[in-house]
T-cell receptor, first 117, second 113 residues
């Protein structure tokens, strides 16, 4: 069965420092990979997605992610963190690409990012 | 601006009550989903629907049911609420195509006492 692991529950980073969030997936076929962000009291917002092609994906808010098939990873990065990046981040893998089965996402447990001034 | 609207932001219900959580989307999306979110567990899929009157169980359907009578509305029903159903509930919708990002509602925080 497919699964997503985010090894870091919490990360604290100083404003202006770089950020990397780890994501490992388990999935038998070609994965469809996503990163979402959830600001306090809000729903989830899509940051970026990977389906195929270039393994380095650019997203919104200055985020990027790199797909590494050999490591089954899809880590999220940002070169310089802003205080507004404090949020919870979720990695997800998509599967069941059959219309009658819907397009389900399996989410990781999330990583909460705290930004120090 | 496209939206997924969940009818309640906060709900407090008593054990044994029947609870309805409502979700409406205005984007003509085929697919709709109900997830629950718990600390450290991320989002877990309860039920989803890929068409009107169609529903499929997700990973944790026990104690829940759903209804989709119209394309824009997807309801989650707790037949007899229990304290272990205290959680944040998130509704989402998406189109059927490969570019299938979800649009999420803001969530309903349900407390069962």
């Amino acid at each position: 069965a497919q699964s997503v692991t985010q090894p870091d529950i919490h990360i604290t980073v100083s404003e202006g420092a770089s950020l990397e969030l780890r994501c490992n997936y388990s999935y038998g076929a070609t994965p469809y990979l996503f990163w979402y962000v959830q600001s306090p009291g809000q729903g989830l917002q899509l940051l970026l997605k990977y389906f195929s092609g270039d393994t380095l994906v650019q997203g919104i808010k200055g985020f990027e992610a790199e797909f590494k098939r050999s490591q089954s990873s899809f880590n999220l990065r940002k070169p310089s963190v802003h205080w507004s990046d404090a949020a919870e981040y979720f990695c997800a893998v998509g599967h069941n690409m059959i219309k009658a089965a819907g397009n389900k996402l399996t989410f990781g447990g999330g990583t909460r990012v705290l930004v120090k001034p | 601006d496209v939206k997924v609207t969940q009818s309640s932001r906060y709900l407090v219900k008593r054990t044994g009550e029947k609870v309805f959580l409502e979700c409406v989307q205005d984007m003509d999306h085929e697919n709709m989903f109900w997830y629950r979110q718990d600390p450290g567990l991320g989002l877990r899929l309860i039920y989803f629907s890929y068409d009107v009157k169609m529903k499929e169980k997700g990973d944790i359907p026990e104690g829940y049911s759903v209804s989709r009578e119209k394309k824009e509305r997807f309801s989650l029903i707790l037949e007899s609420a229990s304290t272990n159903q205290t959680s944040m509930y998130l509704c989402a919708s998406s189109l059927w195509d490969r570019d299938y990002g979800y649009t999420f509602g803001s969530g309903t925080r349900l407390t069962v006492v």
